[in-house]
């Protein structure tokens, strides 16, 4: 892998572990669903940037908003891992 990869594949079921930054256009309900995949294959440090859709009550440590969309940046911790990995 160079800087970037782009795989066709269901979400739920891709190799991410080596992802030091993950980019998602989702669903709320499908970031949802998504969250303890994330959190149990990413390491910390690891970045998630997500367009529009939040992660519920994982709050981000940073959002900007430009005209009707929101960004939403998490960061994987150890605490978000054992706080929001089992749900
Ligand atoms: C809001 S749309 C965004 C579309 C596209 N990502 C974009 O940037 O324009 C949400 C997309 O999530 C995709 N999606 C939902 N569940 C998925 C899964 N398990 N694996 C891969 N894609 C999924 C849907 O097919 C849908 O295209």
Same mark, same amino acid.
């Not at 989702?26 to 959190?39: T, Y």
């Not at 529009?52 to 908003?65: A, I, L, N």
């Given at each position: 892998? +160079? %800087? *970037?990869?782009?795989?066709?594949?269901? &979400? @739920?079921?891709?190799? #991410?572990?080596?992802? =030091? *930054?993950?980019?998602?256009?989702? &669903? $709320? $309900?499908? /970031? &949802? +669903? %998504?969250?303890p995949k994330l %959190?149990?294959? &990413?390491?910390?440090? =690891?970045? #998630?940037?997500? /367009?529009? @859709?939040?992660?519920?009550?994982?709050?981000?440590?940073? !959002? *900007? $908003?430009?005209?009707?969309?929101?960004?939403?940046?998490?960061? *994987?911790?150890? !605490?978000? +891992?054992?706080?929001?990995?089992? +749900?």
């Amino acid at each position: 892998m +160079k %800087l *970037v990869r782009f795989e066709e594949n269901d &979400l @739920f079921e891709a190799d #991410i572990h080596e992802a =030091t *930054v993950v980019t998602l256009f989702l &669903l $709320s $309900s499908v /970031n &949802l +669903k %998504l969250r303890p995949k994330l %959190l149990k294959d &990413l390491e910390p440090g =690891t970045r #998630i940037v997500s /367009n529009t @859709f939040d992660m519920g009550d994982w709050k981000p440590d940073k !959002q *900007v $908003s430009m005209d009707w969309r929101t960004v939403y940046l998490y960061t *994987v911790t150890e !605490q978000a +891992k054992a706080e929001y990995g089992g +749900k």
